[in-house]
């Protein structure tokens, strides 16, 4: 624990104080994966926590995620409050069944009587320059599959208490963490009150046009708004943290207001989430669209290699570009 | 002590022997098909006559649910029935032999172990009829909801076990599976955690023969008991229709797990008389003289005959079992018939444990819908 | 074969016809699945085929999703064009690893060295009051993967070419079978040649609105412009065929047209492909539009019991009711 | 004839002993680290002087072409890099074992493999210059695309094999894999296709005793080899280090499967004696005294004595290996340093066979994307 209850934090710090706040606040929340132990995970996002919570409660497990999420289940049955912990966003398929047809699934088909309170954290997205299936944006495959939530933190502030609140939550939650803003700093303040976790977050107010970005694309689009700054352009920047179910007021309201839409996430924009938001917004706020909702993301290939990898991210400018194709219309 | 594997493959795959029969040291089996009580060196069974009599009870009360499902399904008042028809030993020798501390997770097709369980057999059949995915609580009879996608619950289990390690629980969990799941990934997962974790679970593979059409040889080349050695624990084949061995066998599989000795994996060797479930057809893949032979090894026959021939049951008893089945019988078809369809709006309920606005919005969508009809109806 | 080029069949005796054609023209076509063989499949598309091809070229696997897409990417390494059946839609999850991170990519991967032109064949979709897991609508997945093809057939003519084009694709195909229609007849026409495997078909022409769906939804469609053509409306009803890429132009051409646009699929809503649609048809169709497009389909609920699924499902009201909605903007 | 497992699991878990040490008759061993040449009562090796000079040479090219990559690294030349140090003998052996009808489906670490497969060491940097994922021919070269998801590669080298079957080839397959990967499901699926279709496979199991962080206990209770039981066909461990054994098993492997005798796993015992790759801090989780351990079963110093003592190799001889290190190592470091970035629209190139509208129509978009840089700075 923080000695101060505020203190600047890295991002990958304060979800390992949320994730310490949450053990020693629930003597059933265990941590799973692979070298999370010992090691404190690739990325030390549970580094002490076994040697503090001991080997029952941060477990490292073979290596097969399939399993991990298999027997996190039979925990959860028993009554823990598993946190499994997929090393890189590339190894979460091996899991995928037992994600979408049992996490997502049981308390439907036991009519509620068995919960599945499992928190299963992510570490996606590119940029650091990694090998193939460490970049991957694999959040449309969750958000699509009925009976999981979806959330996705962008700073340390949101990190420490959306980890708590996940773990507490009684639906299967699939966390997933921006892995290139872990070492991104702020000042966590672990006494002051949570935003709810299902709620957006407009984290920058304008009128131009509105960005609705999650993870690790909110400080990119904030970074954009800010050299819109020089062009005029008073962007207003919405982290929808929650992707599933998804804070539609907040959305509608901007939308409502700038009348143009610009969705940025990294996944291959093909059948992906952004799509959803598009297509709700276009819907929902019909007749205020002045331009229709547009999307910058990943391209329709797999994650290239790093050294074109900036490329196939958005950045900077092509969410500008975006912004005056928009405002053009 | 459980029976080890024998070492049938040392001399390596070239010289590999086809699957062993049922047969031989390695096959527990306290009761023969003919009924007459068999010693086995590693495993034995205090057990009364009025203990045998409520065996046959079950198996007979069992084999009549499913009868009496398979004839709901025929008549059109289930859309499928999974049929157990042969497995009847298998399943409540393992069924009984789980106490209220443990907890077991099912196939589709373990009817037999629900009942031993407690679970009302009208309550299964809402999942077949169409009306539930499960209405039991789990946690209520210790007895998990069916799994459908093959190999996945014996995962659950062993994390069950690894659960009951670390709250100081005292029982065991089950996992039941066939022998076509022993092929999947998750199984084999399942093993390695048990193992390396030395969980309190007793992996129960009802090697039915058969994986809808492909025959045993699709999933292995030795017997599948063998399997546990490459994960390093015990392995025992058990005699699936001998409700004596299977019960002696799955009593010792726990009382190790419980006692902290870690997994075991129990084959029990056993056929599947029926079709895989009312939609199969198994005159495309199999001969029917396979059948035959296993009607000699009956599960039920052979209790009868043992009860018949040492005069434990006479014909009132048997009579008694009988009119209990077709009571049994009645209160299934009739309680099948009574299950009400669910509402519509039941479509959203329990998606989430805390709701969602989404599912909110959905559930308010359809409602003004339906209601939109209900108007026309009303003004016509 | 069928003795005369044309003859009446069901959409599943047209697969079986299509695979029989396909494995007598390459030799190194190869079936592979649970319960192919002897059985011929529990729908028997495969029926008859491993009495005359042999146990080596219909082959029944061990029990395993993952083993059979596995080990197909291996024949195919060695030159082999394996055709793999997954049982039921809700089966293909524990192959969802080896799928969109080995077969999606190992083109990719291998700069164009390495092809792999597997063909998995899914029977998919609700509606035939089945228990659990067997009535899914899977494709946003398999269409958000990139590297994947994805189609769909919705009568027996298509189905029969279609599996050919598919299985002749150098790129893996994820075939989706609609399984209520599997008894829908058509009269085939095994000589006629067939419209390229990317290409949408506007199965009714109309005016007044456009329905844009797939697989087993088509049916529903055309009747659905049936019965609304008792009000007066002239719909136009376009069969996607293929899922990714999509036949933009098509689309496109007709929302210019009607000026209205519905999406109809099983699969819930949320996230899904037909969010995809309904985003670019908004994006493209900007100033032609004359209201949102409207997604008639699943619930964002797992797939229900059957007692209940025709309430899940989009039916003839839901979609006429749509089209209401849509004319009344 | 493949040494067959030892009971040791016999007497059930509640006995187990811990995972055996890497002594004793299961233990493939033809050349002690101390460089002394010794028999195998299953295992022997016909091998002249010239070809384990050659042998040694291999070691050392690889050792350098490691040590080159990672000095690399370190400069920031590369993003990361798996580095191999430790595992020479068992790579090499391998690779020396596989001729041009057999295939190699790798994991990606098999550096030494890609090696003897004549793979340049230079193209493999380019998957860890993020310039490429995987720049050579895997037809050409009988050796797979490195595989980064653990253990998928395991069921293509199946597949594989049964391809061999199908069309009537000379080799096999031989899948790579480490012991953290033993424990994934598709590890276990290709064991039973493997199994099951007898089809010419090799499992070849680098257990160098570390899954990342976690020791080898987190994924099995017994020794590896021994899992080969649980799927009936034979499984070795054979001492890693010795490049001499690991030739030796590995292609009484392959030959077994080559004539139909079906798969075999192979355990090579060795060590990963540098970090998992150059983004890991294994002082975090190991002793250091371990390393000092294995640093004595060096595989490459043992050859380096045997050639020493027996006067195969003088002083020339390794001078001339030393040079040749050095010559691979400029050329892999000056290819490193050349290998050119790619064109961001090659972003697009090959993830179809047969192309895609949506593709063409992307490409397009970030064409003209990029254009609007370069007629902006052309106005600048
Ligand atoms: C993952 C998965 N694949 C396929 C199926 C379809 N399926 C249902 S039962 C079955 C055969 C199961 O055989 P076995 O494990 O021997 O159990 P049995 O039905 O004989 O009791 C198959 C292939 C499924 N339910 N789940
Ligand atoms: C499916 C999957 N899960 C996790 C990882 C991350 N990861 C990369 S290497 C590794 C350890 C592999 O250990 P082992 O199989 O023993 O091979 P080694 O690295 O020791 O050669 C892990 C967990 C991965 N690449 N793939
Ligand atoms: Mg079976
Ligand atoms: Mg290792």
């Known amino acids: 624990m923080p000695t101060h209850p505020t203190s600047t934090m890295t991002l990958g710090k304060a979800l390992n104080e949320g994730l310490r706040k949450a053990m020693e606040n629930d003597p059933k929340v265990l941590i799973m994966g692979e070298d999370v132990g010992r090691l404190g995970g690739v990325f030390r996002v549970t580094d002490g926590l076994q040697k503090d919570f001991g080997e029952d409660r941060v477990i490292d497990t073979p290596l097969a995620e399939s399993g991990i999420i298999g027997t996190a289940i039979g925990l959860a049955i028993r009554g823990f409050r598993p946190v499994c912990e997929i090393q890189f966003d590339g190894f979460v398929f091996p899991a995928f069944d037992q994600i979408v ?23 996606y997205g590119g940029g650091i320059g990694a090998v193939e299936h460490h970049s991957e944006s694999p959040e449309a495959y969750f958000a699509h599959a009925a009976g999981l939530k979806v959330v996705t933190c962008s700073n340390a502030v949101d990190a420490y208490s959306m980890i708590q609140q996940a773990i507490a939550c009684d639906d299967p939650v699939i966390f997933f963490e921006p892995k290139r803003r872990y070492w991104d700093k702020a000042e966590v303040d672990t006494t002051a009150s949570a935003d709810p976790l299902w709620s957006a977050n407009v984290v920058r107010e304008g009128i131009t046009a509105t960005l609705i970005t999650y993870g690790p694309s ?36 901007s939308v409502g207001k700038t009348e143009h839409a610009i969705v940025v ?55 500008l570009d975006a912004v005056d194709r928009s405002l053009a219309y | 002590m459980p029976a080890q594997a ?13 699957i062993q029969p049922s047969e031989g040291p390695d096959f527990v089996q306290l009761l023969t098909p003919e009924g007459e009580r068999v010693e086995h060196p590693d495993y034995s069974l205090d057990i009364t006559d009025d203990e045998i009599r409520d065996l046959y009870r079950d198996l007979v009360l069992v084999r009549r649910i499913d009868s009496e499902a398979t004839a709901l399904q025929r008549q059109g008042e289930l859309g499928l029935w999974a049929n157990l028809l042969g497995q009847e030993a298998a399943q409540v ?76 629980g005292q029982g065991a969990a089950m996992a039941f599976f066939g022998d076509g799941a022993s092929s999947q990934g998750d199984v084999n997962e399942a093993f390695v ?33 063998q399997r ?25 599989a726990l009382a190790r797990a419980r006692e902290g000795s870690g997994p075991m994996l129990i084959e029990a060797y056993t056929y599947r008389m029926g079709a895989h ?39 009132d008893f048997f009579a008694s079992v009988d009119q209990a089945a077709d009571d049994l019988a009645a209160h299934v078809r009739a309680g099948c018939l009574a299950l009400p369809d669910p509402d519509p709006l039941s479509l959203f309920d329990n998606v989430y444990a805390e709701g969602s606005p989404l599912l909110d919005e959905e559930r308010e969508q359809m409602a003004s819908y339906l209601a939109s009809f209900a108007d026309t109806e009303a003004v016509h």
Chains 1, 3 share one sequence.
């Open chain 2, 93 to 168: 020798g393992a069924g009984r032999s789980l106490t209220d501390a443990d907890f077991a997770f099912p196939t589709y097709r373990e009817h037999g172990v629900a009942y031993c369980k407690g679970v009302d057999p009208v309550t299964l059949l809402g999942l077949f009829r169409g009306t539930s995915q499960g209405g039991w609580d789990p946690q209520e009879h210790g007895f998990g909801l069916y799994t459908i996608v093959i190999g996945s619950q014996t995962l659950h289990a062993t994390g069950y076990a690894m659960g009951i390690q670390r709250d100081g």
């Open chain 2, 277 to 315: 479930t009312t939609s199969d057809d198994p005159t495309r893949y199999r001969l029917a003289a396979e059948l035959e032979t296993w009607k000699l090894k009956d599960p039920i026959e052979r209790v009868k005959a043992y009860l018949s021939r040492s005069g434990a049951g006479d014909a």
């Open chain 2, 193 to 225: 955690w048990a193992s390396v974790f030395n969980a309190p679970v007793v992996f129960f593979c009802q090697n039915n023969q058969w994986a809808i059409s492909e025959p045993l040889e699709r999933q292995t080349r030795i017997p599948l008991y």
């Open chain 1, 101 to 123: 047809s049992q996490v997502a699934r049981l308390h439907y088909r036991s009519a509620g009587n068995v919960k599945v309170p499992i928190t299963i954290r992510i570490p």
């Open chain 2, 6 to 18: 024998s070492n049938a493959t040392d001399a390596g795959p070239d010289v590999l022997p086809p």
């Open chain 2, 228 to 252: 546990a050695r490459g994960f390093g624990f015990p392995g025992v084949r058990v005699d699936g229709n001998d409700v004596l061995a299977v019960l002696a066998v799955t009593r010792e």
């Open chain 1, 265 to 319: 996430s990294e996944a291959p924009v093909f059948a992906s989430l952004a799509g959803e938001i598009a297509a709700r917004i276009s819907e929902k706020c019909f007749y205020s669209l002045e331009a229709p909702v547009l999307r910058v993301g990943g391209y329709s290939t797999p994650y290239p290699t790093s050294r074109i990898e900036e490329d196939f991210l958005p950045d900077l400018d092509r969410i």
């Open chain 1, 218 to 253: 909110v400080r990119t689009c904030v970074e954009a708004a800010a050299a819109a700054e020089v062009d005029g352009h008073d962007l207003e920047v919405i982290d929808l943290r929650a992707l599933s179910p998804i804070d539609w007021d907040a959305v509608f309201a």
